[in-house]
T-cell receptor, first 113, second 114 residues
Framework: DQQVKQNSPSLSVQEGRISILNCDYT??????FLWYKKYPAEGPTFLIS?????DKNEDGRFTVFLNKSAKHLSLHIVPSQPGDSAVYFC????????????FGAGTRLFVKA | DTEVTQTPKHLVMGMTNKKSLKCEQH?????MYWYKQKAKKPPELMFV???????INESVPSRFSPECPNSSLLNLHLHALQPEDSALYLC?????????????FGSGTRLTVV
């Protein structure tokens, strides 16, 4: 059973608008959550992370929100740009130091110009 | 150097062949990882090395044999693979116990077993 779930396989957004990517998890022992971005023919690139003791972390156009009671996190991209078109992976870890990071299946984001 | 380099990018091998995947990083990271990713599925952890010692083996079949000859290199030796082992194999690195700050991934080796 998948511990990290991204239920939307794809999302299409207009340039300049907000992109919201969602992720649910089942393991309450996870203490760090991460987002990675992946372009075709490249490996995933780390984007942003959040500790379970926080509910929000912001880095430029990217903000991650964590709702522990709902076991839900989301990545907001504002404003969306065509270069943001990629596959976004949600990930979580619960062991000390993040040696065992569990990934979701990814959401493909299309940003239309 | 902020890259993780994987070779080859593509590999086709028969079920009786022996081949190796190579991963190299020069970022001074002392933790290295092998992940396997099948189409439309999440990357799945296979092995973790920390300070050149195997820390985690996620019950991977013995036809996959990892090796970490030094702090910059990680190999995955393949022998007697099955067609279902066809996948994208990703290598990643981080500082030990700092994986929560993100891994650096290579671009992967696309493996096809025929």
């Amino acid at each position: 059973d998948q511990q990290v779930k991204q239920n939307s396989p794809s999302l299409s957004v207009q340039e300049g608008r907000i992109s919201i990517l969602n992720c649910d998890y089942t393991n309450s022992m996870f203490d760090y959550f991460l987002w990675y971005k992946k372009y075709p023919a490249e490996g995933p690139t780390f984007l942003i992370s959040i500790s379970s003791i926080k509910d929000k972390n912001e880095d430029g156009r990217f903000t991650v929100f964590l709702n522990k009671s709902a076991k839900h996190l989301s990545l907001h991209i504002v404003p969306s740009q065509p270069g943001d078109s990629a596959v976004y992976f949600c990930a979580a870890s619960g062991d000390t130091g993040g040696f065992k990071t569990i990934f979701g299946a990814g959401t493909r984001l299309f940003v239309k110009a | 150097d902020t890259e993780v380099t994987q070779t080859p990018k593509h590999l086709v091998m028969g079920m009786t062949n022996k081949k190796s995947l190579k991963c190299e990083q020069h970022m001074g990271h002392r933790a290295m990882y092998w992940y396997k990713q099948k189409a439309k599925k999440p990357p799945e952890l296979m092995f973790v090395y920390s300070y050149e010692k195997l820390s985690i083996n996620e019950s991977v079949p013995s036809r996959f044999s990892p090796e970490c000859p030094n702090s910059s290199l990680l190999n995955l030796h393949l022998h007697a693979l099955q067609p279902e082992d066809s996948a994208l194999y990703l290598c990643a690195s981080s500082q030990p116990r700092q994986g929560n700050y993100g891994y650096t991934f290579g671009s992967g080796t696309r493996l096809t077993v025929v």
